[in-house]
């Protein structure tokens, strides 16, 4: 695959998905994609799965907007690319799986998605953006603790208590 072909692939992609036509999203894949998203319980193996999990978003989030930030950032042999993104949903209806109740909220989030080429096709997707950033949007709560926090200071006691644990089962074990 050229470079071009890559940004070409790429946007074909986004487009597919904003048109909510998983048909055309799941051509531009392999039959044995993997796609591995933090929002994911387990990756998705196989166009299948790659769309059930997309199907549960789209159900989940009827709104979900992906937009590409530019430049797609492409190996040189095309191989590989670099996908900024920005994503907006608003959480409508139950979230399958694992279950989330919708709240009615809207997250914009940025993220990355990086693309590996099989010929023609994406033969795996790889998602990454901040977890807690869209989940304290949808939740409407600090997941972060305060710096200097009461907070902060029990979350750092609890590390503090299991990493002794760890290393004492570390040095039993040996």
């Given at each position: 695959?050229?470079?071009e072909q890559?940004?070409e692939t ?5 487009r ?5 036509d ?13 796609w ?6 387990t ?5 299948e799965?790659?769309?059930?999990f ?7 989030f ?12 492409v190996a040189?042999d ?7 993104w ?23 989030f940025?993220?990355i998605?990086l693309?590996?080429?099989?010929g023609?096709?994406v ?19 600090r ?15 609890a590390q503090r ?8 089962r ?5």
């Amino acid at each position: 695959m050229t470079p071009e072909q890559a940004v070409e692939t790429a946007e074909a992609l986004t487009r597919a998905w904003n048109a909510r036509d998983l048909s055309t999203f799941m051509e531009h894949l392999t039959e044995d994609v993997e796609w591995d998203d933090p929002a994911m319980p387990t990756p998705a193996k196989g166009r299948e799965a790659v769309r059930s999990f997309s199907q549960a978003v789209l159900e989940a989030f009827p709104d979900f907007h992906y937009v590409v930030r530019p430049p797609i950032c492409v190996a040189a042999d095309g191989s590989r690319c670099a996908v900024p993104w920005a994503i907006t949903a608003t959480h409508l209806h139950p979230l399958r799986p694992p279950g989330f109740a919708p709240t009615g909220r809207q997250v914009a989030f940025d993220g990355i998605d990086l693309f590996e080429f099989r010929g023609a096709q994406v033969a795996r997707i790889a998602t990454y953006f901040n977890v807690l950033v869209p989940a304290e949007q949808l939740l409407r709560l600090r997941l972060r603790p305060q710096p200097g926090s009461f907070r902060e200071r029990a979350l750092v006691l609890a590390q503090r208590v299991w990493a002794a644990w760890l290393r004492r089962r570390h040095v039993s074990a040996v």
